[in-house]
């Protein structure tokens, strides 16, 4: 008898939609999972107060994953543990799929500005994870303390409104535990600073914080805050704009912080070893040259795929040479999914490039609530189904496994479990390394 099984390298929203898709066709695969669980940035990019979305979307993760026809193989890294020439060379899958997602955080444009990691610069994924475990009694990774001036988040996308959040609750946070106060996070983003503070009996003024700086490229107006049609009319323009005013001014009235655009990244001001001020450019009718201070600088202008050894890249991206499918150029059997084949782009632009798309990656679209963030995890979803279907077609044309490798394959996977102690359990395997949660910490659900 002979079979169809493929590999699934990242078990998050395209991974375990691809796993699901294919197990409805009686497909089996294996899912290779670089962490212990495979929720990617539901986990660590979402900010952990979206909590009931995240706990709603890893829950679909969930019911795809545990599923007979997928065998699910956590803590186990293409390009540590394993390389694509092995896979391509040792194991007997019908296709590989590439769902990684990007987690490597695009480096700023300043020739050395890198050396200053920890030393007066963070990157956004680092900072974000800290700030969703920084509440766990197990956490063992860096924390951070946030400055009270002088900090400084670039971007314009989601993750630097998210950042420029992080930043000012953890700000008061810091502060309100001077005056005695063990603040709930929480309910410090759901209320709002300001409210939070006046039912504390405090004004803002008085904990002596200066307000993050959240510095953009673009004016307010042409911030990615709005999904515009192809080919707007000049009235959609203007309400877009002003839409994007009204909602970052609604952001203001909430967190402190300061808006300051149309500035370009130039350089940086190096002191003792430490980065103490970047230069910009600032575009106007004139352009000038701009210094500001600064005692922190996180960078939150997006992420980009990680270079693996055997997968070839076309700048930031993977070289995709069948964009239907996503088939990389030059490895047979091999097909990516997601930000690992678009790059970075907005809703629109993806939605024109749907056959190119299963996953977005919610850190390059601007938005505040969870129905937003909802509304993208469900277009994420129906995007993967079509690629899949592409997929699916594709398959009719790769090898078919006998038993005898469909016994190899599922021989090695289990070897490769045991070697991280996962006994195929999968629902007890979450439970036990779920992180403990803030709203549960709290008594809260």
């Known amino acids: 008898m002979s079979h169809k099984i493929v590999a699934i390298i990242g078990g998050a929203v395209a991974g375990s939609e691809a796993a699901g898709r294919l197990a409805e066709k009686g497909i089996h695969s294996v899912v290779f999972e670089q962490n212990s669980l495979p929720y990617g940035k539901l986990e660590f990019g979402l900010p952990k107060w979206h909590a009931r979305l995240r706990d709603r979307q890893e829950e679909l993760v969930d019911k795809k994953l545990d599923n007979p026809y997928v065998q699910f193989v956590p803590n186990t890294r293409l390009g540590r543990d394993f390389q694509i020439t092995e896979l391509l060379k040792d194991w007997p899958f019908s296709a590989i799929l590439l769902a990684l997602g990007a987690w490597r955080d695009r480096p700023l444009p300043v020739e050395g500005i890198n050396d200053y990691i920890d030393k007066g610069l963070l990157y956004m994924t680092e900072v974000t994870n800290w700030f969703n475990q920084c509440h766990d009694p197990n956490y063992s990774g860096p924390n951070y303390i946030m400055p009270y001036k002088n900090v400084l988040v670039i971007g314009g996308g989601l993750a630097s409104i998210d950042m420029i959040k992080i930043v000012a609750l953890r700000q008061v946070v810091q502060r309100l535990y001077d005056f005695g ?9 759901r209320k709002g600073i300001f409210q939070a503070l006046k039912e504390f009996g405090l004004t803002f003024e008085r904990l002596n914080i200066e307000p993050p700086k959240l510095i953009v490229r673009r004016s307010v107006e042409e911030l990615p805050l709005t999904v515009l049609p192809e080919n707007p009319t000049q009235e959609q323009l203007e309400k877009a704009a002003e839409t994007r005013r009204k909602l970052i001014e609604k952001l203001k009235e909430k967190f402190p912080f300061e808006l300051v655009e149309r500035h370009h990244l130039k350089d940086m001001i190096v002191k003792d070893g430490q980065l103490r001020g970047l230069i910009f450019v ?42 239907q499918t996503g088939k990389i150029r030059g490895l047979e059997r091999v097909f990516a999914l997601g930000n690992a084949v678009t790059g970075k782009g907005n809703i629109r632009q993806s939605m024109l490039h749907s056959k190119q798309v299963t996953e977005f990656i919610v850190d390059e679209y601007l938005s505040v609530d969870s129905d937003d963030y909802a509304r993208l995890f469900e277009e994420r979803s129906k995007l993967a189904d079509r690629r899949v279907d592409a997929l699916l077609q594709k398959l009719e044309d790769q090898p078919q496994v006998t ?43």
Not at 181 to 186: C, E, K, P, T, Y
Not at 408 to 418: A, H, N, P, T
């Open 403 to 445: 038993d005898r490798q469909l016994r190899q394959i599922k021989d090695e996977v289990k070897r490769l479990q045991e070697k991280v102690g996962y006994d195929g359990h999968y629902r007890q395997w979450i439970k036990r390394h779920l992180p403990a949660r803030l709203e549960h910490l709290k008594g809260k659900e």
């Open 181 to 189: 106060i063990d603040a709930d996070v929480l309910q410090l983003e």
């Open 282 to 323: 600032e575009k106007g009718k004139q352009e000038k040259i701009v210094s500001i201070e600064t005692e922190l600088v996180i960078s939150a202008i997006g992420s980009i795929p990680e270079p693996l050894p055997g997968i070839p890249m076309k700048g930031e991206i993977y070289d995709v040479e069948d964009p």
